[in-house]
């Protein structure tokens, strides 16, 4: 793992996002993957989506965002 997934994933952590909370997290994931160059949109339930380059091969990372206290 490089320095800079290790920061993403304790960023992910350190913000607070219980159950239907999950805002600030989101958004922090939106812009994250916007630097990275992906096409990324919130939906109308909150959940991040990023797409990246066009047609196959297609890969779907799906997981919750909420964290449990």
């Known amino acids: 793992m490089t320095a800079h997934e ?3 994933l304790t960023e992910m952590l350190r ?3 219980p ?3 999950e805002a600030s997290l989101a958004e922090y994931l939106r812009e ?5 160059d992906f096409k990324v949109r919130l939906d ?3 959940n991040v ?3 990246h380059g066009e047609g196959p091969p297609t890969l779907l990372l799906c997981g919750h965002m ?3 206290p």
């Open 19 to 21: 159950s239907g909370e």
């Open 32 to 36: 994250e993957l916007a630097r990275r």
């Open 49 to 51: 989506i990023g797409t």
């Open 15 to 17: 913000l607070y996002s």
């Open 6 to 8: 290790l920061e993403l």
């Open 66 to 68: 909420d964290t449990v």
């Open 44 to 46: 109308e339930v909150g």
